[in-house]
């Protein structure tokens, strides 16, 4: 190493040393790698002296999530265990939906319910989303039955436009269930949801269908890394494209999907720094919602002029303007926004706005807004987690005992 320090690669090495210089590496105290895994940081402390043996497969695996290791070998030393590892917390409710998923009822003789029932209940499964605190559970209880019927509803039409129309419920049951899986521990299962979705909108043919599939695909590969930008931007301009000659006679639902479009292509230009090309398309997405009346929410995106705001909060902090960010977070309303996982994020962006502004104090205080509003919205956000688990190290005893206090909650440290 040209900087002279120890190789967590070299041989022989404990794993306790090896988790030492990882976590060294990336800046992290033994408080926040210990609240991150659930445990003391005296435990942290023994397993790097190696003073306790190394710990079972499971909290190897919470390590290796916790230090960013993409391999598990980079953490164990031995070569043979090359596993990617993945950030985020698993539902108990996941491996269920994985199963639905994954499933092929070839031989099945149950009968599909009707179109106009799946319908039904989906619109029921997005109004839980939007309503629960708990949505993650809400929906993840819903999903599978769902998952199952939709695509029994595909191989059972009998006619080209009932095919469709089965395709069209198959890709908005695929959507719901992308909210589910994301920011959990299967990235290849968000990834069969977010590609199946889209087969099935464009096999539709529906405008708001593949819109929306398209949506979620571009968050997708932006949510996959910097590498995945072009991609994002590929998808959502394409999509625009397809969408641009419908919108003179579109419906409410079509116009705000174009809206929801726009805004992500601001976001991921604010990912990549472009200041001026983010907020040109904050702007084009804020002309399309107020087109809009002013009571719309879309079912899916929460797309409305209520959320523009929000969005201008996002831009601001993606572009790293701390100022600008607390500007923008004061102009929005985040009561006028009806989707409790909705406003849970648009105070986590708050937070982060005044955390880029230097006023962690204010940030916390936003973060537990945040819980009040959907608990599993902040335990799921990576976002929410680092800056509970900066300031439970501040050396403000009343902001570290506030943050302390939050992250038992959320659950990233233990009571």
């Known amino acids: 190493m040209s900087d002279g320090a120890p190789d967590p ?3 022989p090495m404990t794993f306790g040393q090896r988790m030492q210089i990882l976590r060294e590496r990336r800046g992290m105290s033994r408080v926040v790698l210990a609240g991150l895994l659930g445990r003391s940081p005296e435990w942290v402390k023994k397993i790097e002296k190696g003073q306790i043996h190394a710990p079972g497969v499971d909290t190897v695996l919470l390590v290796a999530e916790a230090l960013r290791v993409r391999n598990l070998a980079d953490l164990t030393g ?9 950030i985020g917390p698993g539902h108990p409710r996941l491996a269920a939906v994985r199963a639905a998923v994954d499933a092929y009822p070839l031989t099945t003789t149950r009968q599909a319910p009707p179109i106009g029932h799946l319908r039904a209940r989906l619109s029921r499964a997005w109004a839980a989303r939007h309503s629960a605190a708990h949505h993650r559970e809400a929906i993840g209880t819903l999903l599978p039955d769902l998952i199952s ?3 029994l509803a595909v191989r059972q039409a009998e006619q080209p436009a009932g095919w469709r129309e089965a ?6 049951v695929y959507s719901l269930s992308q909210f589910f899986v994301a920011y959990q521990p299967d990235s290849s299962l968000l990834w069969r949801v977010a590609e199946r979705s889209m087969v099935a909108a464009q096999q539709s043919e529906d405008p708001h269908t593949i819109g929306v599939a398209a949506w979620l695909m571009t968050q997708a590969h932006r949510d996959a890394g910097s590498s995945h930008l072009d991609a994002a931007d590929a998808v959502n301009r394409e999509t625009l494209a397809y969408l641009e000659p419908l919108l003179p006679d579109a419906t409410d639902d079509v116009l705000a999907i174009a809206g929801a479009l726009r805004f992500e292509a601001g976001y991921t230009a604010a990912r990549r720094g472009e200041s001026g090309t983010a907020w040109r398309y904050w702007d084009t997405a804020r002309e399309m919602a107020e087109r809009l009346p002013g009571d719309y929410f879309h079912p899916v995106t929460s797309f409305s002029r ?17 100022p600008e ?11 006028t926004i009806p989707s409790r996982p909705r406003r849970a994020r648009h105070r986590i962006e708050e937070a982060r706005g005044y955390q880029l502004d230097g006023q962690p104090d204010v ?17 799921y956000n990576g976002h929410a987690r680092r800056i509970i688990l900066e300031e439970v190290e501040s050396r403000v005893a009343a902001r570290r005992r506030r943050a302390s206090d939050l992250a038992v909650k959320v659950g990233v440290l233990a009571a």
């Open 9 to 11: 690669y070299a041989d």
């Open 78 to 86: 031995r070569p043979d265990m090359h596993v990617d590892l993945f």
């Open 149 to 151: 019927d939709a695509q």
């Open 167 to 172: 395709q069209a419920v198959l890709a908005e």
């Open 306 to 322: 209520a959320v523009m705001g929000a969005h201008a909060v996002t831009v601001a902090v993606e572009l790293h303007a701390g």
């Open 325 to 335: 960010s607390v500007r923008q977070a004061a102009r929005a309303e985040a009561a």
């Open 363 to 379: 940030a916390i205080a936003t973060l537990a807004r945040a819980h009040e509003a959907a608990p599993e919205t902040i335990r």
